[in-house]
């Protein structure tokens, strides 16, 4: 029996001896299959290639994970570390034990939460590591490719720990969510966007689509819409998923990139072009 994920997501599925004909994550327009075709790895196969997860500290009390060699799309999880237990956040797509060693020796994790279904990763073996339960967008419960006992649903906003607040924004999926974590930043506030919206490498700007690899834009008002529910609440830093930030202004910094992204797709800059 392999614990199968998709090569190109590194989404799981259901253990078996063979895997599923197809990704339908990847298969719809948000990702993609690559020219190469459907394939498959598994949680074993990886470990025998000798992949791991590295864990580094970004400020106190958040710590940064990251699979070597990459796996999948590649997302960094994060580690949110409470008096009253710890989330982990866009979980990776590779976990073994000594991956689970790790994040028990800060304190484990209470909950597992992934901003979207492409963030899926490993999810449920990550929950059956750490005795954690698994957060799931309901209205992205029908992307869930492999089922657990440790799943339930949310919606709205939800505060999962002492000021760590899980806030369903919406846009790039419609149960795309973020989490705002109000001691973070020396209690200046954090997010942690997942695809919400997205750092750009200057750390001064964001962007928000419905597809990033394939391009495919969101209107004028879902990005309106998105910026001011992420705006709502205070906050100074901004962490990607990819090991994108932006470490201060980083609320302002979506207000001005919905700004400039409304006016260029509305047709208020044409005369630019």
């Not at 089922?147 to 709205?156: A, L």
Request: contains cysteine; proline residues 7%; glycine residues 10%.
């Amino acid at each position: 029996m392999f614990d199968w994920l998709c090569a190109a997501c590194a989404v799981e599925y259901p253990p078996g001896d063979q895997p599923p004909a197809e990704c339908p994550i990847c298969l719809d327009e948000r990702q993609y299959v690559p020219l190469s075709g459907q394939a498959w790895t598994s949680l074993q196969l990886l470990a025998e290639r000798g992949s791991r997860v590295e864990i580094a500290e970004a400020e106190p009390d958040l710590y940064i994970l990251n699979t070597t060699p990459e796996t999948g799309i590649g997302q960094y999880a994060k580690l949110v570390r409470t008096s009253q237990g710890n989330l982990l956040w866009d979980p990776t797509g590779f976990v073994d034990e000594a991956a689970a060693a790790q994040v028990t020796a800060l304190g484990g994790a209470r909950y597992i939460v992934a901003s979207h279904p492409h963030m899926y990763g490993a999810q449920s073996t990550w929950a059956r590591y750490l005795d954690a339960e698994i957060l799931v967008a309901e209205a992205d419960r029908e992307w869930v490719q492999r089922d657990d006992p440790h799943i339930r649903t949310f919606s709205g906003d939800v505060e999962l720990l002492p000021g760590v607040t899980l806030r369903t924004i919406g846009g790039h999926f419609p149960g795309s969510a973020i989490v705002h974590w109000a001691p973070g930043a020396e209690g200046r506030g954090v997010v942690l966007a997942g695809d919400t919206f997205f750092p750009g490498p200057s750390g001064r700007w964001v962007t928000f689509m419905r597809s990033f690899p394939n391009a495919i834009p969101m209107s004028a008002a879902v990005v309106g819409r998105v910026a001011g529910a992420v705006t709502a609440h205070a906050f100074d830093r901004a962490y990607g998923n990819f090991g994108n930030r932006i470490m201060s202004d980083a609320r302002g910094a979506v207000q001005r990139s919905a700004d400039r992204y409304i006016a260029w797709v509305s047709g208020a800059n044409d005369h630019l072009t």
